[in-house]
């Protein structure tokens, strides 16, 4: 069996994302969603149930008095603040799994796709864009989900990645094509083709290194994660050697029309929503 065989029976054993996010995220996408639907949707998970209260009933809100009803929690949290939080709990035990390879990084793994995430949603905003909130943010967020089952299969090939990344003179995408023969966004993107997500968000993971690469109408969301993974990397949300390794900045900010005084705007509403999104998600910013 091939490297790559290997892999994709690693791909196929993965388990699904929850369909209870999934369904919950397609209710949160209609402009005007019915609260006792999703309500019904959220119910069945005793596990989301019981975050979603504790969100609500946290610190970071300070209401006067306890929240018991998760209905009454659907409609205080909001469309915004429970997408973050379902699909941040969901993609946390993801990224969690690496213990080989890039176990390493696993905890600065999570921390960049989170802040890839934030990114992601603050450029949207900013270009006001007509791109589905849900779409922009989930595909951010799992852009690097690739490393998770690379992980078990770069052990005793890391040091030569991390030697070639380091000479200056390869991309670490560039590295894992050349060690491996493929790299992690191409095997994100098998992996959200195994959960059934929308093509959209397959391309963007996948093409998150080379959205020139993406299809067409795919291309301006695969262009958005890939700014968004870039300047995390910028603001301090690196993986490792990963944050030498940056491509096609240049290029991505010409066409999306971003200067300097965009960007700094940009690094500012990033600090606030990283804040909002890490309280939320209930982990600590560094």
């Not at 995430?117 to 989930?138: G, P, S, W, Y």
Request: negative net charge.
């Amino acid at each position: 069996m091939s490297l790559m065989e290997e892999i994709i029976a690693a791909v196929d054993e993965m388990p699904p994302f929850p369909q209870v996010v999934q369904r919950a995220m397609q209710a949160l996408a209609e402009p005007e969603y019915e609260v006792s639907g999703l309500v019904d949707i959220l119910k069945v998970d005793q596990a989301v149930t019981a975050n979603i209260l504790k969100l609500c009933n946290s610190a970071y809100f300070g209401l006067p008095r306890k929240v018991s009803s998760l209905k009454e929690a659907v409609v205080y949290l909001g469309a915004n603040q429970l997408r973050q939080l379902l699909l941040s709990g969901a993609a946390s035990k993801i990224y969690e799994k690496p213990n080989e390879g890039y176990a390493v990084f696993a905890d600065e793994l999570w921390r960049h796709a989170l802040a890839t995430a934030v990114m992601a949603q603050v450029l949207r905003r900013h270009l006001r864009l007509k791109i589905d909130e849900n779409m922009v943010f989930t595909a951010a967020l799992l852009h690097d989900v690739g490393k998770v089952v690379l992980s078990t299969f770069v052990v005793d090939k890391y040091l030569a990645i991390e030697s070639m990344v380091e000479s200056g003179e390869y991309s670490f995408q560039e590295a894992e094509k050349e060690v491996l023969g493929f790299d992690h966004a191409e095997i994100g993107g098998k992996i959200a083709e195994s959960w059934d997500f929308p093509p959209a968000i397959i391309a963007a993971i996948a093409f998150h290194h080379e959205p020139s690469s993406s299809p067409k109408e795919f291309r301006l969301l695969a262009e958005i994660v890939a700014l968004a993974n870039n300047l995390a990397v910028m603001v301090g949300y690196g993986t490792g050697v990963d944050g030498l390794a940056c491509r096609g900045h240049d290029l991505l900010l010409q066409k999306l029309k971003l200067g300097e005084k965009d960007l700094e705007k940009l690094v500012l509403l990033f600090q606030i929503e990283m804040e909002k999104t890490c309280d939320i998600a209930g982990v600590s910013e560094h």
